[in-house]
């Protein structure tokens, strides 16, 4: 059995969108992945309220009607379809979506309206461009969250803390100090623990990017994207 046979992509794939492993993948990766649906449709220039409710709609339809069973040149990779469907999603919708109601099986926490423009993207000059980057900043989320859990199992949980914002950053002289002194531990043992955090979370990265390639190809190509769209932090 290919690595790729479990990924969660590739089980929604594989089943047809029946069963309830496939169900259960695919609200996954859907309660995952929600934040790049939002930040494109904000991107569109609905108000904050709207987009979260055209959000809404989209998930609880996409869910619903398992349009992502169907062939598609973009199955091999969940992002890419996706934004296809919500491109559609937005064109089908019309009027009749600024008036949706928030429902179906599934259910989202809401965005805050104080909390939703920092969903959008520094920089981001377009809907795809929002997406994109908010897709990549949500792989590195959870990523993160997988890590900290790893560090809090092993006790490392206050180290983590002091150290997760050099994991993107190279820290400078000052920082490993400010650190050091914090944790009462030697500078070459912080930067040594900065050093394997950061190798940790580029496997965890691949490995999160993984569940929504279905094979080798496709994840090769969502990573290349994904370097493009965090700069330099991972190349």
């Not at 979260?52 to 973009?74: I, K, N, V």
């Not at 979370?201 to 080798?216: C, G, K």
Request: net charge neutral; charged share 30%; aromatic share 8%.
């Amino acid at each position: 059995m290919s690595r790729f046979d479990t990924t969660q992509w590739s089980m929604v794939l594989g089943a047809r969108g029946t069963g309830d492993d496939a169900r259960a993948a695919l609200e996954s990766l859907c309660r995952t992945y929600r934040p790049p649906v939002f930040a494109y449709i904000r991107g569109r220039g609905y108000a904050s309220d709207i987009a979260e409710d055209l959000t809404q709609s989209f998930f609880a339809r996409f869910l619903e009607l398992g349009h992502y069973a169907q062939p598609d040149p973009s199955r091999g990779r969940f992002r890419a379809y996706l934004l296809t469907s919500i491109k559609h999603f937005l064109i089908n919708a019309g009027i009749e979506a600024h008036r949706v109601k928030r429902g179906g099986r599934i259910q989202f926490e809401s965005i805050d309206t104080d909390e939703a423009d920092a969903v959008l993207p520094a920089g981001a000059n377009d809907p795809e461009q929002a997406f994109e980057q908010a897709w990549a900043l949500a792989v590195l989320d959870a990523a993160l969250r997988h890590l900290r859990k790893e560090a809090q199992l092993a006790g490392r949980g206050e180290l983590f803390d002091h150290l997760r914002d050099f994991l993107a950053e190279q820290p400078d002289e000052a920082d490993y100090a400010r650190v050091a002194a914090a944790l009462n531990l030697r500078r070459n043992t912080v930067a040594v623990s900065v050093h394997r955090l950061r190798q940790r979370l580029r496997t965890l990265v691949r490995e999160e990017v993984a569940q929504t390639a279905a094979d080798q190809g496709a994840l090769e190509l969502e990573m290349r994207e994904l370097r493009n769209a965090l700069g330099e932090a991972f190349r």
